[in-house]
């Protein structure tokens, strides 16, 4: 059986490159999305987190190593105002060489533009230590640019980064010589992330950001007076709604569903229950008002 190695760039504390994406949440649904191809094609996974966890590069590397597999794909998305994919292979060429072109190929094949295959010289050889320490050919994908507004906006949704990740997944089956046909049978479900490391603390700074308050992450009357009214009607793809979707999923309001940073119905429900049971109110309205109760509640100001 083949084995691959999928690094996740990123991860917990790291959020990677943010602009109109966050990087470490896109590189997982699209190392999801890959992992799960390639199983539905006979290949043995090990990716390198399957939630928001710090991962450290070192840690990816050995743990790589120690796997043993055929070949090793750590997946990014890019900063830096580029427009496009690019691919980075060893100084060596090689298989290496040869997967980067075949996932080059599968993602011009959705649409997405390659600014080409890439290597980059360091002290000691190859510049990157994914590349470079790792024992089995090894390349390094990243896919979009994060702040570039047109090019983040083909992975802004959770369908586009799993046709990235499958994208990749493809480029890999022919590499190693493994028929693509079979599709993930749960390839329609979306993949929900729970994310046991968000703290009470995350969100006070989430909020404190994205809704332009001061950033201490402790919740006071300055946060509460910044906070926006948000509902599927109101300011339903505001920044602030992704840190709430996240946060709901952690209190266990799972029916908030996949954290996509856009308030719609599952949004609606899981404010509603809320109201319900946390603010024991009588008739819900499913809206997060600016000021109110429940963003109170959430903000533990009551
Ligand atoms: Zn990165």
């Known amino acids: 059986?083949?084995?691959?190695?999928?690094?996740?760039?990123?991860?917990?504390?790291?959020?990677?490159?943010?602009?109109?994406?966050?990087?470490?949440?896109?590189?997982?649904?699209?190392?999801?999305?890959?992992?799960?191809?390639?199983?539905?094609?006979g290949v043995e996974v090990k990716i390198s987190r399957t939630s928001d966890i710090d991962k450290e590069l070192t840690q990816r590397i050995n743990e790589c190593n120690e796997y043993n597999p055929d070949v090793a794909v750590d997946i990014h998305n890019n900063a830096g105002g580029g427009d496009g994919f690019e691919v980075y292979h060893t100084l060596g060429g090689g298989t290496g060489k040869i997967l980067a072109q075949n996932i080059e190929e599968e993602i011009k094949a959705i649409g997405q533009n390659s600014r080409g295959l890439k290597t980059k010289r360091g002290n000691n050889g190859d510049y990157f230590g994914f590349i470079r320490c790792i024992k089995c050919p090894s390349i390094i994908t990243e896919t979009v640019f994060v702040d570039n507004k047109a090019d983040a906006?083909?992975?802004?949704e959770l369908h586009e980064q799993k046709t990235f990740g499958q994208a990749i997944a493809k480029g890999i089956l022919k590499t190693l010589g493994v028929n693509s046909e079979n599709k993930p049978v749960t390839e329609s479900k979306p993949v929900q992330v729970v994310e046991n490391t968000y703290?009470?603390?995350?969100?006070?700074?989430?909020?404190?950001?994205?809704?332009?308050?001061?950033?201490?992450r402790i919740a006071g009357s300055e946060t509460l007076s910044k906070t926006v009214t948000v509902?599927?009607?109101?300011?339903?793809?505001?920044?602030?709604?992704?840190?709430?979707?996240?946060?709901?999923?952690?209190?266990?309001?799972?029916?908030?569903?996949?954290v996509d940073g856009i308030a719609g119905e599952k949004f609606e429900k899981a404010v509603n229950r809320y109201q319900k049971e946390v603010l024991h109110y009588k008739k819900t309205d499913g809206e997060i008002t600016k000021g109110n109760n429940m963003w109170k509640s959430l903000l533990k100001l009551i």
């Open 1 to 41: 059986m083949k084995k691959v190695y999928l690094g996740v760039g990123h991860g917990g504390k790291d959020s990677g490159a943010v602009g109109y994406i966050v990087e470490k949440d896109v590189n997982l649904q699209m190392a999801l999305a890959c992992k799960e191809y390639l199983e539905a094609n």
């Open 153 to 156: 906006s083909q992975a802004d």
């Open 199 to 216: 703290s009470y603390k995350d969100f006070v700074g989430d909020v404190q950001k994205s809704c332009g308050a001061k950033v201490d």
């Open 231 to 258: 509902s599927r009607y109101k300011n339903n793809r505001h920044a602030v709604v992704k840190p709430i979707q996240r946060y709901l999923n952690v209190l266990g309001y799972t029916e908030v569903g996949y």
